[in-house]
């Protein structure tokens, strides 16, 4: 059991570039969403899926795309990068919707746009 | 609108000596209210969560926090630290609308001294 993996664990992006990050869970979890972190602000939500086939909007979606075809993999998409989306970047996933459920996160992706 | 206030960004103790860490929220309703901690160049952990019923929550590693509603605060606290215990620690509250989410804390780095 593996619970939350990503990857890359670190990547360097030029603005203008495009590039996947992957999250996988192999814990069957409906719940899955997209988290960045940067210093002294905590983690906000970009996007999560509630589903296969069903993606909605977090906090902080401008910029970043999301599909979810399996209920294994939650993929986040930047389409063109930009320097203020240098951060840390965390998948999490959980059981369901429920406000008690516990998330498990992932070990993140560092990312580093020039 | 709901809010998560970690009063201390950086806590610093001596080995074996007593570990505080205070949080603060805000919530129109009766929150789920979390303690997640982040290891170094890790993901996050849940270390014990408050649902609803005892106040007092026991969580991993010795840790345990309290719910006061009269004072809105949701501390975490140790009795005795250990080295292993220095990392950042995140308290977090759910949001109960129509679209799940977390709020998090700007976190609490804990520096533990030989």
């Known amino acids: 059991n593996a619970g939350v993996t990503q990857t890359p664990k670190f990547q360097v992006l030029k603005t203008g570039q495009s590039m996947t990050l992957q999250c996988a869970q192999d814990?069957?979890?409906?719940?899955m969403s997209w988290y960045r972190q940067d210093p002294g602000m905590g983690l906000r939500l970009i996007h999560y899926?509630?589903?296969?086939?069903?993606?909605d909007q977090g906090e902080v979606p401008n910029g970043y795309n999301v599909s979810r075809s399996t209920t294994e993999d939650f993929p986040l998409r930047l389409l063109s990068a930009a320097p203020s989306q240098t951060s840390v970047y965390f998948c999490?996933?959980?059981?369901?919707?429920?406000?008690?459920?516990?998330?498990?996160f992932g070990p993140g992706t560092r990312l580093l746009v020039l | 609108a709901q809010s998560v206030t970690q009063l201390d960004s950086h806590v610093s103790v001596s080995e074996g000596t007593p570990v505080l860490l205070r949080c603060n929220y805000s919530?129109?309703?009766?929150?789920?209210l979390f303690w997640y901690v982040q290891h170094p160049n890790k993901g996050l952990q849940l270390l014990l969560k408050?649902?609803?019923?005892?106040?007092l929550v026991k969580g991993i590693n010795g840790f345990e926090a309290e719910f006061k509603k009269s004072e809105t605060s949701f501390h975490l606290t140790k009795p005795s630290a250990h080295m292993s215990d220095a990392a950042e620690y995140f308290c977090?509250?759910?949001?109960?609308?129509?679209?799940?989410?977390?709020?998090f804390g700007s976190g609490t780095r804990l520096q533990v001294q030989p």
């Open positions: 899926s509630v589903g296969a086939g069903i993606t």
């Open positions: 814990m069957n979890h409906e719940y």
């Open positions: 977090v509250v759910s949001r109960d609308t129509g679209r799940r989410a977390l709020t």
């Open positions: 919530s129109s309703y009766s929150p789920s």
């Open positions: 999490a996933s959980s059981y369901s919707l429920a406000t008690t459920e516990t998330q498990y």
């Open positions: 408050y649902t609803t019923g005892a106040t």
